[in-house]
Every structure is written in C-alpha cells, then in structure tokens.
C-alpha cells in the first residue's frame, strides 16, 4: 500500500484531517485537539489531497453536492458493500440504518450495517452522516451529533431553502 501524507482543513465545524496517497483519499476525519495536527518530514500534499481540499472548500460554501475525489479504505466485503451504498444517498437526503440493511438485502443485518458505518474512515465524502435513526432521530456518528446535525441541516438548506431539519 502507497504511503499516506496528511493534511489538515478548518472547515466550518472544526478541522478535517485529510490523508491520502498519489491514488486516493484514505482517511477524512475529524481533529478533536489541536496538539494532535502534526506535519512528518517528507509529508506532501498530492494533487489528489489538493482536489479533496478544493472539493470540500465548495461543499461548504455550498457549491458542491457530490465528491468525485477517488478514495479508498480497507475492510470487508460486507463493509465495502455497505461503504458503497453510502455513495448513493444523494445530497440532502437521509435513510435509516434499517432502510439501509433493506437495500442489502437483508433487514436484520441492521447492527452490522451499524457497525460498518461507524468504520468508515471517509467521513462527509463516504456520507455515513445521512444514515439516521428508523424513528428519524439522530444517532451516531464519529464526528458527534452536532456535526451530524449541521451537515444534514447544511445539506437540506441547499436542497430546499429551509435550514431545520432536526
């Protein structure tokens, strides 16, 4: 496997780590304390990082709906299928973790579902933050539920002109 660089974005809700190779997108992540940015020797922002960065600069200004930047993260057969169809909820939409395990084909597969979102390493790019509770209430997420609120709510606003969602 190529070797993963770092480089970090203050995004409107906090600062993204964002790693990757020459290739792909590896790891997009919230950074809880500031202590932990740090830059290695031999670090380079690859063009790849660069247009992940543009990328994100336009969803949050809200002229972006969908990621084209290649990515890419190791894990299950189970978990790529599910990592995949988080692809394919569109922009401004949310589904539930049940709804989800429907589209699988297999409705008790919801905790493994649960489980696979919860270790997606590309978050906002790979959406898990539109999977929701089946009772429409917000649960989960590895960047906290405020994120999760505000990009859902960020996400609807350019949808529908409307800023409440939850």
Known sequence: MAATNYTYYQSPIGILKIGGTEHYICELSFVEDKSAITYLAG?????????????????FNGERKYFDVPVYQP?????????????????GKTISYLDLARQLGNADAI?????????NKIGIIVPCHRVIGTNKSLVGYAGGLARKKWLLQHEFHKVHGIQTLF
């Open 75 to 91: 894990g299950t057969a189970f978990q790529q299928k599910v990592w995949s169809e988080l692809l394919n909820i569109p922009f």
């Open 43 to 59: 670090n380079a922002i690859t063009p790849v990082m660069q247009q992940c960065t543009e990328q994100l600069i336009e969803f």
């Open 111 to 119: 905790r493994a579902v649960a489980a696979s979102n919860a270790k």
